[in-house]
């Protein structure tokens, strides 16, 4: 059976994330393969965002720099997983998915600088009027 | 394994040959399902050649179609066209990407 | 610091990185941090835009440098002069411009007093470069004269500016007329 | 009939919004010093942000993506990441050069130094970003903008020899006295004043905000075709201002305040007031653009929600990039570095790096994929790559210029 065909570096790579209340959840910085149990060829299981994925695709001294620098800022323990693939809704100019984006593990940074900056400062918690 | 393990490799046939780097990798929905979203999306082949940048900025896209842009301005390197190796041809994904040979030459392998 | 300023911009050709993503497979950040990884092509470009910033940072670009010859100590001085006569006209239409009741106070103490920083600055500029011969000396005496003069003049008027008494600009207008004047025969001579 | 009325509005928003202080900077010195024989650069550099300006609009409404989305989309992670940096410090070091003129309009006003105007400027800046809607924003400052029509006023009143001045603006001739290096500087100064990038960051992402679709392409063009053109012309009238009451005596310019000298001699206190309202709508409404286009360009590249319609918690690194840009521009502001250095070195280096921004526009402005059957024209592809070579060859001119020319002394 054939099914639809698209290139994973134009269609996928890079692009725009977005969560099931229309806000922006990061970039598809790589995408997480697996190759079945009997073999044959891989197929795309996640969405890997954040988390030194794009640091690591950089490459060289950049990469490094920008490695450490997201291992600073986000390193939780645990290593993050990939977005499953399971919860793509639809793709199109963006790729939306049926999460919101507190629950992935690329929010977290964001969180942070939330609750420990952004809301604290007067008027943070309405859109301007 | 990651599609950055295999965008930007080199591509080397078992006889030696070199076929260019991964430009891309061309994918078909009919994969086992995932989740809600349905058939997961296989790797079909991967599309090998040269001029990166053009490729990158979709100048040299083969599908769905292209930009009218490389009509004209960027003809000339359209013969430098990448082309699809199949994924059945992929012998090994390490330090280079080996392939066997084009079947269209010698007898189909592996 | 004219000549050997000229910096070589190191790597400025470097060009852009180009697609080599994907390089490294397999290593983790933590061994990203230490370990040799793939070549580093934007290097040009991280050289070219630290060079960039030096430039830039550093103000190395000045108008006016050093003078290895009476020659370009001579241009020198004229340039001095000449922004010294740019101030001086200013001033003047800035006096013009009070008499006619054109001008707010506040306005008009701003603009005159950048316009002495102007002179006092081309002034100080110039007095700081080496003479290189006798001269030399001599111009240099002479051009530095009449900038006292001009930035006598100037500074009178941004006092009277200052003070919110723009009638009183007026009054300067003829010490500012002589320093033109004296400024411009200063050209003639060097030119 | 409401719908004329908000296009009309558009156009009066865009033609007060057109003018920052790199345009006030460059077209005042170049009127003193090389009258209009550098109109032609200005004139080409707003044909250049109007068929870039348009294109990034339209694949705004049609594909609902900023430039920058499409920037590391198009060039690559790693591409797009040294783009990201060139753009992102050229951003910084025009928000500190409008910053700093916002503080300069108010030194005109008070005569207290603009170093101590700096602080309360920025906060300013920033508590508009924070709380004022986002079309509210854009409106107040671009139609506050519009009192610098005074200068153009203050042309025709100083009833200059027409002939004469036109003359050199048709006729564009090296001055006695000027080197060709020199004259081409300010040419690439005068070009990347009326490109400078974060105009399309902030213009593209706007439409996106304001949900653009389709049907507002009639607006966002009027914009671009009426209003940029109509702003332009007061870049003109400045250096027209400056060309016939400073170039005949020999002055040149390098002070904020001097620009506003012609117009108050030709109209009095009034219009010198309209003038310093004006550079100070000019400045406030470009620092309100460059501090958000900051926060646009780093949120774009790695997908972190960006935008003023969301409060701001929920675009938290998006308001603190927005907040950081602006402090740190104070700071260097406050090493009291001359602005009007900074204005020229910003406006340059956005020369040299237009390709970075506008190149990718182009791209995808053709793609099919993206823009469906809205792709460029046959026609607004001619111009287009014609600018795209223009925009090469100034921006390749641009450093070696600046510095054979000691950046145009």
Known sequence: MAGRMLLAGFALLDRQIVDRDGRMAGKVDDLELAEPDGGGAPYVTGLVSGRGALARRIGGRLGRAAAWLSARLEASGEQPGPIPFGVVRELGNHIEITLTREDLDSFELERRLRDGVVAKIPGARHAPE | MRLSDLLGQEVVTEGGEHLGRVRDVRLVQDGPLLGTWGAAFR????????GAVLARLGLTRDTPSEPDLLQRPFGPFRRRRPVPVPWDRVVEVGDVIRVTDDPTRRSPGG | MSQGRRSRLPGWHGGWPGGRNGKERDIDATILLRSEV????????????????????????QPVGPARTSESYRAKATTTAEAG????????????????????????????????????????????????????????????DRMADLQDALAELRIDARRGDLEALADVRPALRDAVDQLEAFVEEQG | MKKLSGIALGILTAMGGFVDIGDIVANAETGARFRLSLAWAVVLGVGGIVVYAEMAGRVAAISHRPVFDLVRERLGARMGLANLFASFFITLLTLIAEVAGIALALELVTDVSYLLWLPLTALLVWLVIWRMRFEAMERLFGLMGLVLIAIAVGVWRLDPDWGNLLGSATRPL????????????????????????????????????????????????????????????????????????????????????????????ALGKVGLALVIVGFFAATFGAALETALSAGYTVSQYFGWQWGKLVAPRDASRFHLLVLGSIAASVLVGL?????????????VLSAAALPLTYFPILVVANDRDYMG?????????????????????????????????????
């Open chain 4, 335 to 347: 090493t009291a570095v001359d602005p009007i250095k900074v204005t020229e070195y910003s406006i």
């Open chain 4, 174 to 265: 090296v001055p006695a006295g000027e080197g060709h290096p020199t004259y081409l500087y300010y040419a690439v100064a005068l070009f990347g004043a009326a490109m400078t990038p974060y105009e399309v960051f902030f213009f593209s992402s706007g439409g996106v905000e304001e949900r653009w679709t389709r049907r507002d392409l009639a607006i966002s063009r009027a914009n671009v075709f009426v209003g940029f053109p109509l702003g332009g012309l007061l870049s003109l009238a400045l250096m027209a201002s400056t060309a016939i009451v400073f170039a005949p005596r020999g002055i040149q310019v390098s002070h904020l305040s001097q620009a506003a000298l012609p117009t108050a001699l």
């Open chain 2, 43 to 50: 790797v079909d082949a991967l599309i090998v050649g040269r």
């Open chain 3, 85 to 144: 006569i740019s101030a001086a006209e200013s001033a003047s239409l800035v006096i013009d411009g009070a008499d006619e009741e054109r001008l707010l106070p506040p306005y008009t103490a701003v603009l005159l007093s950048e316009l002495e920083d102007d002179a006092g600055g081309a002034a100080s500029t110039f007095s700081g470069i080496q003479p290189p011969s006798a001269e030399a000396d001599r111009v240099r005496a002479d051009l530095l």
């Open chain 4, 373 to 409: 059957d809205a792709v460029n024209s046959k026609l607004g592809n001619v111009f287009a790559f014609g600018y795209l070579v223009l925009i090469v060859v100034a921006s390749l001119a641009a450093l070696p210029l600046m510095i054979a020319t000691r950046a145009g002394a």
């Open chain 3, 38 to 61: 793939a070549p580093a092509r934007p290097r040009g470009v991280g050289r070219a835009a630290v060079a960039i910033a030096l430039l830039v940072t550093c103000g190395c670009i």
